[in-house]
């Protein structure tokens, strides 16, 4: 199974930016999946994730009410629409999905079993 992250960018403070994460070798369409980012100098954090079905979502206090996720699993692939965006934004962004299916998600990596390879989002002021 293999995950790739795309749609990273630079964009001024107070841009949208949408990335996509498409899966690639096995479907994935039963598993939940998330988005975490990771700044220079930081360590990783969750920022959002989406129940198998789409049903369940959720979402990091920093990025709720700017941020949006979504899936199509027909295209397997899942979405961050990132509006609004800050400075403090800038990360490189990773997708990843759950290590069994039909299980719930949440902010804890350590659920995540596949991991993409991260896209770069530079937000300046």
């Known amino acids: 199974v293999q995950l790739q992250a795309f749609g990273g960018g630079l964009v001024q403070a107070g841009g949208s930016l949408r990335l996509s994460c498409a899966t690639s070798?096995?479907?994935?369409?039963?598993?939940?999946m998330g988005w975490f980012r990771q700044a220079p100098g930081k360590e990783r954090e969750f920022v959002s994730a989406?129940?198998?079905?789409?049903?369940?979502?959720y979402y990091a206090d920093s990025v709720k009410g700017r941020f949006v996720i979504s899936r199509d699993n027909a295209k397997n692939t899942m979405y961050l629409q990132m509006n609004s965006l800050k400075p403090e934004d800038t990360a490189v962004y990773y997708c990843?999905?759950?290590?069994?299916?039909?299980?719930?998600?949440?902010?804890?990596?350590?659920?995540?079993?596949?991991w993409g390879q991260g896209t770069q989002v530079t937000v300046s002021s």
């Open positions: 990843a999905a759950h290590r069994s299916p039909y299980q719930g998600v949440g902010p804890t990596a350590e659920v995540y079993g596949y």
């Open positions: 070798g096995r479907t994935l369409n039963s598993y939940g």
């Open positions: 989406i129940g198998w079905n789409g049903v369940s979502t």
